[in-house]
C-alpha cells in the first residue's frame, strides 16, 4: 500500500529531475531539517495545531520514504525488522511502565 | 506504512504500558533524536554502511507511525495530501532541475 | 566563548589533523546531531540528570565554536548582531508575556 | 567576555518577560530546531551563503547561552572541561587523520 505514495512521489522527483539532489545524505539531512520543523510546532507548549502537525509529519514521512527508496528499502519492512530487535532489548516484563533505555533496565 | 506495521507498533507499546510516555509532543522529539542518529551514519562521510541507515531510517519511520496513530493520521494520506500542495508549489516546468526554495523560483 | 576556548579547540584539532573532516557543513551536521544528543536527555521527561545536560550541551558548544572560527565569526559578536535584529522583530511592548512569532505579534 | 553576550541575553529576555517560556527543556528543544535551520543552508549543497550561516549560528549559539545560564553553567567552562574528558578519548597518536568514533580506534 506504500507502493501508492513511493510511486507519486518517484513521479513527483521524475517530473521535475529532482534525482540529482538526492544524494542518500542529502535525504538524511532532509529528513533532520523536517523533524527539525516538527518540533518547532511543540517549541513552547505541547498544546498545537494538529493541521500544522500533519503538514510537518508529512515532510518527514516523505524524505524518509524518498531514502528508504534510495536504498532500496521497504519502510515497512523495516519497521518490523527493527520492530523484532527492539523486542528482545525491551522485554515486556522488564519495560512494562518504564522509560528508562535497554541498559538500564 | 500499512495497518500490519501500525497493529504491530500499538501492540508492542501496550504489551510495555510505554502509551503514558508518547505523547505528541515526546514522538515529535523522538523523531528528531532518531534523525540525528540517522544524520550521524553520514557525519564525517557520504560513503556509509548501508545496514546503519536501515536501522536508523526504521527508528525515523517507527515513530513517524506512532506519531501519526496518535493524532488518528494515515501516514500514506498524509503524504499524498502533501504533495498535492507541493506539486502546485513546485511547477514541473518551473522546478526542473533546480533546487532552489518556491519562493525563488 | 573565548580566544582561550577557540586556541584549545584549534590545539586539539591540530594535533589529531582533523581539519580536513572540519567542512562548514560537516560541522553544521555535527551541531545537530550533538543537539538531537541533547534533547535525548529530555526525551521522556523534563527531570533530567544536570551532569547529562552538561556534557552534551558542551558537544553543541564546540562545533559552534569551530563553525564559528571555520568562517571567521567571533560567536560573541554573532550573538550581539543577531539580538540588535531580533530586538526589531520582537518589540518589548507587543512581545512581552508572548511566545508568538514575531509575524503573529 | 560572554558576560556581554550573556548579560544582553539576560536583559532581552527579562524586558519581555519570557523567562516563563524558557524550561530547560523548551531551550533543548529550541536548540536543535535552530541547528535544523543551520543544516538547512546546507540542504542541497555545500557551496552556501556566508551570511545565512552566521544568522542561524548565532541563533544555536543564543539558545545555547541561554541554557546555560539556566542551569547556571559557564560556555566556556564547559567546553574546556568536555575537551579534557574527548582528549582522553582520542589520543593525538591514535586518532590522527581518522574519524573513527573512539570505540573503533
Same mark, same amino acid.
Not at 521497504?74 to 522509560?99: C, H, M, V
Given at each position: 500500500m /506504500? =507502493?501508492? +505514495? #513511493? =510511486? %507519486?512521489?518517484? +513521479?513527483? *522527483? %521524475? &517530473?521535475?529531475?529532482w534525482d540529482q539532489f538526492h544524494t542518500a545524505e542529502n535525504l538524511a539531512k532532509s529528513i533532520v531539517i523536517e523533524a527539525g @520543523?516538527?518540533? @518547532? *510546532?511543540?517549541?513552547w507548549s505541547g498544546d498545537v495545531d494538529d493541521a500544522r502537525v500533519r503538514e510537518e509529519l508529512a515532510d518527514v514521512l516523505t524524505y524518509c520514504l524518498l531514502?528508504? =527508496?534510495?536504498i532500496g528499502a =521497504?519502510?515497512? %519492512?523495516?519497521?518490523? &525488522?527493527?520492530? %523484532?530487535? /527492539?523486542? /528482545?532489548?525491551?522485554? +515486556?516484563?522488564? +519495560? #512494562?511502565? #518504564?522509560?528508562d533505555k535497554y541498559d538500564r533496565l
Open positions: /506504500t =507502493d501508492e +505514495a #513511493r =510511486d %507519486a512521489l518517484r +513521479a513527483f *522527483v %521524475a &517530473e521535475r529531475d @520543523e516538527l518540533l @518547532e *510546532v511543540f517549541q531514502l528508504a =527508496d534510495k =521497504d519502510p515497512q %519492512a523495516l519497521i518490523l &525488522e527493527k520492530l %523484532a530487535t /527492539t523486542r /528482545t532489548k525491551y522485554p +515486556a516484563d522488564k +519495560a #512494562r511502565g #518504564r522509560s
